[in-house]
């Protein structure tokens, strides 16, 4: 069986690495699914809490927060590293805030 050879870098030159993945992988090993989910959460939290101050946008905050509540915890059970879940509560809880002030300001439809 043909074996592929690692890729050829320059004597000298370190592997290219993504910053913020750096952050999150503090055990030293890829976790693309849980920084996918991970950052889902972020994005839906941080929406739903934005958007949940204003009266017009409740259908927006309920249903952004509703998502982020679903996929922090999925990302909880998925999450491998403390930093990841550090990120997935604080951003979750943000998410839930929002979607109670959503519900509150009219719900979902």
């Known amino acids: 069986m043909a074996q592929s050879a690692p890729p050829v870098r320059a004597a000298g030159q370190a592997p290219r690495r993504n910053p913020v993945a750096a952050l999150f992988n503090t055990d030293g090993k890829p976790h ?6 991970t950052a889902v959460t972020a994005v839906l939290g941080i929406i739903s809490i934005a958007t949940c101050a204003f009266h017009s946008l409740h259908i ?5 927060g ?3 509540v679903i996929t922090a915890a999925f990302a909880q059970y998925r999450s491998a590293t403390t930093a990841e879940r550090f ?5 979750g809880g943000m998410a839930a ?3 109670g002030i959503g519900l509150a300001h009219g719900g979902l439809i």
């Open 97 to 99: 805030v929002g979607l």
């Open 32 to 37: 693309p699914l849980e920084n996918t989910l």
């Open 66 to 68: 509703l998502a982020g």
């Open 60 to 64: 927006l905050a309920s249903w952004t």
């Open 87 to 91: 990120v997935i509560v604080v951003t």
